[in-house]
């Protein structure tokens, strides 16, 4: 199984693209959590994005490995002034919401494989900025759509 890990800053779309597929372990995961880390520098300071995280085909090599990468996109969406709808699984979470550098996600994308997760997902999450997808393609046509202010 072929890795992709790769972030990286689309300034015409205002867009962040992340992208994880493959057997990931925990190195990998890091390396990932930099590569976002760098993109969201680029990104110029009170500017509004869409986000579009790809993990379709992604797979931990194990269950710390999963621990590590599921709080990444959370918290990175939180210092960007976002609240990901998946967190209300989870009455206990409490996240606080900032604008780091005045950078706000206003859209998102998300993408994985497991048809039955992402459908629970999109019915039970989902708003008019924030879509669950099976299909890359589809949350890549979707993710464009969305006009920004």
Known sequence: MTKIITSFWQPAEQMVTTRLSGLLDT????YWENTL???MKQVPDNT???MLVDLH????EN????KQYRNII???LARHGYRIGYLDMFPEATITLSTERGIRTVAMANVHQDETKMKD???KFSKSFEQYFTDSAA???WILSVKLN
């Open 63 to 66: 269950f710390e490995v999963h």
């Open 27 to 30: 190195a990998d995961i890091q």
């Open 139 to 141: 949350a890549l046509a």
């Open 37 to 39: 880390i760098e993109t």
């Open 121 to 123: 997902y999109q019915e």
């Open 74 to 76: 959370p918290l990175l």
């Open 57 to 60: 085909g992604f797979k931990a």
């Open 48 to 50: 509004d994005v869409k």
